[in-house]
C-alpha cells in the first residue's frame, strides 16, 4: 500500500487543523495537512503529501507520492505513486505514474493519465476520462478510456463510456455500456463470464 510510505517515513512537516495557509508551498520529505490550504504545492520525485480527513486543500500539486483522505481541488501531478481512500475526493485533472482509489473516494476532473496501473475499489465513483496502461474496475466510471494494456471489470464494476483497449475482461456481473474499439499488434482478445453486459 502507498499508505506504508507515510507510516514507515517520519512526518518532517504539519499543517494543523484549524490551520489556514495561503500561498506558495515548497515541501521537502514527508509532511501531513489537517488544516486548510489555498495556493500551489510542490515537492521532489523523493517527497510525499499525506491530506488528512479534516483536510481541505484547493491548490494545484507536484509530488512524488500523494495520498488524499481529505478534499483537494486542484490539478495534480504526481510523479510515483497516489493514492485516494477513505473519504478522500479530487476535483481536478490526474497526471501520476500509478493511481490506487478505494474506500469511498471519488474522482472528478476532466482527464487522469497513468503510465501504469489504475485500480477503482468497489465503493468508488470516477467521473473522468481516463488514458491508462491498465485499468482494473471494481466500482463505478464514467468517461471515455484509452488503455494501452487492458481493462478489467470484475463482477461489482461498471463502466459508462467509450472504451479502446487491446485486451478486454469483464467478470459475471460486470457492467459495460459503452462503444468499444479494440486494436493492439495484433494481440487483442474480448473476455465475457457471461451474457449481462450491456455493449454497445
Known amino acids: 500500500m502507498v499508505e506504508?510510505?507515510?507510516?514507515?517515513?517520519?512526518?518532517?512537516?504539519?499543517?494543523?487543523?484549524?490551520?489556514?495557509?495561503?500561498g506558495v508551498i515548497s515541501l521537502k520529505g514527508t509532511v501531513r495537512i489537517d488544516g486548510?490550504?489555498?495556493?500551489?504545492?510542490?515537492?521532489?520525485?523523493?517527497?510525499?503529501?499525506?491530506?488528512?480527513?479534516?483536510?481541505?486543500?484547493?491548490?494545484?500539486?507536484k509530488i512524488g507520492t500523494l495520498i488524499v483522505h481529505g478534499h483537494l481541488e486542484g490539478n495534480v501531478e504526481v510523479s510515483k505513486n497516489l493514492q485516494v481512500s477513505n473519504k478522500g475526493k479530487i476535483l481536478?485533472?490526474?497526471?501520476?505514474?500509478?493511481?490506487?482509489?478505494?474506500?469511498?473516494?471519488?474522482?472528478?476532473?476532466?482527464?487522469i493519465t497513468t503510465e501504469e496501473d489504475f485500480t477503482l475499489g468497489e465503493s468508488?465513483?470516477?467521473k473522468a476520462d481516463a488514458k491508462v496502461g491498465s485499468l482494473f474496475v471494481n466500482g463505478e466510471i464514467k468517461g471515455n478510456i484509452v488503455a494501452n494494456k487492458k481493462i478489467d471489470i470484475?463482477?461489482?464494476?461498471?463502466?459508462?463510456?467509450?472504451?479502446?483497449?487491446?485486451?478486454?475482461?469483464?467478470?459475471e456481473g460486470?457492467?459495460?455500456?459503452?462503444?468499444?474499439?479494440?486494436?493492439?499488434?495484433?494481440?487483442?482478445?474480448?473476455?465475457?463470464?457471461?451474457?449481462?453486459?450491456?455493449?454497445?
Not at 506504508?4 to 495561503?22: L, M, P, Q, V
Not at 470484475?154 to 469483464?170: D, R
Not at 462503444?179 to 450491456?198: F, P, R, W, Y
Open 4 to 22: 506504508d510510505i507515510i507510516e514507515k517515513g517520519a512526518i518532517e512537516g504539519f499543517i494543523g487543523n484549524g490551520t489556514t495557509f495561503e
Open 92 to 111: 481536478g485533472s490526474i497526471t501520476s505514474k500509478s493511481l490506487l482509489l478505494d474506500g469511498d473516494g471519488t474522482i472528478e476532473g476532466a482527464t
Open 124 to 126: 468508488v465513483v470516477v
Open 174 to 200: 460486470g457492467i459495460l455500456e459503452s462503444k468499444v474499439s479494440m486494436a493492439g499488434n495484433g494481440k487483442t482478445g474480448l473476455i465475457l463470464e457471461d451474457q449481462t453486459k450491456k455493449i454497445r
Open 36 to 61: 486548510e490550504i489555498n495556493g500551489e504545492i510542490n515537492g521532489g520525485d523523493e517527497d510525499n503529501l499525506f491530506i488528512a480527513e479534516s483536510a481541505v486543500v484547493k491548490a494545484n500539486v
Open 154 to 171: 470484475a463482477n461489482t464494476g461498471k463502466v459508462y463510456g467509450n472504451i479502446s483497449t487491446p485486451v478486454l475482461h469483464i467478470d
